[in-house]
């Protein structure tokens, strides 16, 4: 294993070596990997169990993308209820989705709130007010919220928030859906339960990359009669791949630790920033409503020497933006490789 502190991503950025070393461990350590058949059964099954548990669910389903999961959640959602979305501008399903709900389920995502976190319950209520006044009828299916939001520098809308707004939309029978990709470190960060947070919402996703290390793969968990249904959409949309255990096997691997890791890299931050600014030499600028991402500034100097420097103590630093020269960096567990003592060594000495 790498004892590199890397200040981007998620979870460890595990290689390809890396990867495949973990895997013939956990294969050849007794029981080894109960493989899976099209996505079903075996170690597949178990992660989807031990997911549904963590927030609070009855059933949940793999799927070999988060675009495929909140696809597939919003589209189970709106039927029988409508064909409009209402979502978050700054959203994943907005922006990064290539209009799937809309190209390949014929429903009407309607970009909220350009530039906010999140949208209101007074955002939803003039919404359905404006289709219900519609001369044709345009009724309100779901209600999708990404919380954090990656576009926002993983900023996470506040708890009261997301019930004001989530209290607003059930009220009105309108389905909620939560793109909970790194909800994990949500629950880290904000102090509360994966389950508190999704008790709010109908169907929620979790990604199996981002924070379990898994090469790719993501976890829709709901109801069991919504989640049963969607064994079938999955494999209409392509989704049933033939074996993913590898996926499951590592994202299953690192479920367990990475609250607690996250808890122990959030205390270690605290102690690094207290040291980096008391040195006067950067500044670390937070983020509101901020999870693991934060930004650092050098006082002076030249940022690209700065990275090249870090690099020869075993720091990995983003590349620094073109503009201002800031760098956009992540708490992740990587930091555990190490102490906040060494590490604001290695980065006050690489200046």
Not at 17 to 25: F, P, Y
């Amino acid at each position: 294993m790498s004892q590199q502190v890397c200040f981007y991503g998620d979870g460890l950025s595990l290689t390809a070596t890396e990867t495949a070393t973990l895997l013939a461990r956990l294969a050849s350590t007794p029981p080894g990997i109960d493989i899976d058949s099209y996505s079903r059964g075996g170690v597949v099954a178990e992660l989807e169990t031990r997911v549904a548990r963590m927030l609070g669910k009855e059933s949940a389903i793999f799927l070999p993308t988060g675009t495929m999961a909140n696809h597939l959640a919003v589209r189970a959602l709106c039927e029988g209820r409508g064909r409009r979305i209402l979502a978050q501008a700054d959203s994943h399903l907005v922006n990064d989705a290539g209009d799937c709900a809309q190209v390949l389920s014929g429903l009407n995502v309607v970009p909220m709130a350009p530039g906010q976190p999140c949208f209101s319950a007074a955002d939803v209520a003039l919404e359905l007010e404006r289709a219900s006044n519609s001369k044709a009828a345009v009724p309100v299916g779901a209600v999708s919220i990404e919380s954090p939001i990656r576009r926002m520098d993983n900023a996470a809308v506040p708890m009261a928030d997301l019930v004001a707004v989530t209290t607003a939309a059930r009220g009105a029978g309108i389905g909620l859906h939560m793109d909970g990709a790194r909800l994990p470190l949500y629950a880290a960060h904000l102090g509360v339960a994966p389950a508190d947070v999704a008790a709010l919402f109908d169907t929620v996703y979790v990604s199996m990359w981002k924070c379990f290390n898994a090469p790719s793969g993501a976890v829709l968990a709901g109801a069991a009669d919504l989640i049963d249904k969607l064994y079938h959409s999955r494999r209409m949309m392509g989704g049933s791949l033939p074996a993913v255990w590898p996926f499951a096997a590592i994202a299953l691997h690192h479920l367990d630790d990475f609250e607690a890791e996250s808890i122990s890299v959030l205390a270690m931050a605290e102690q690094l920033f207290s040291r980096l600014e008391a040195s006067g030499r950067c500044q670390v600028l937070r983020v509101a409503n901020g999870t693991n991402v934060f930004r650092l500034r050098l006082a002076q100097g030249d940022p690209e020497q700065w990275r090249t420097n870090a690099q020869a103590w075993g720091v990995e630093l983003p590349a620094p933006d073109a503009i201002n020269g800031e760098f956009i960096c992540k708490m992740n567990p990587t930091w555990l490789r190490s102490t906040a003592d060494d590490l604001a060594q290695a980065l006050l000495e690489s200046i």
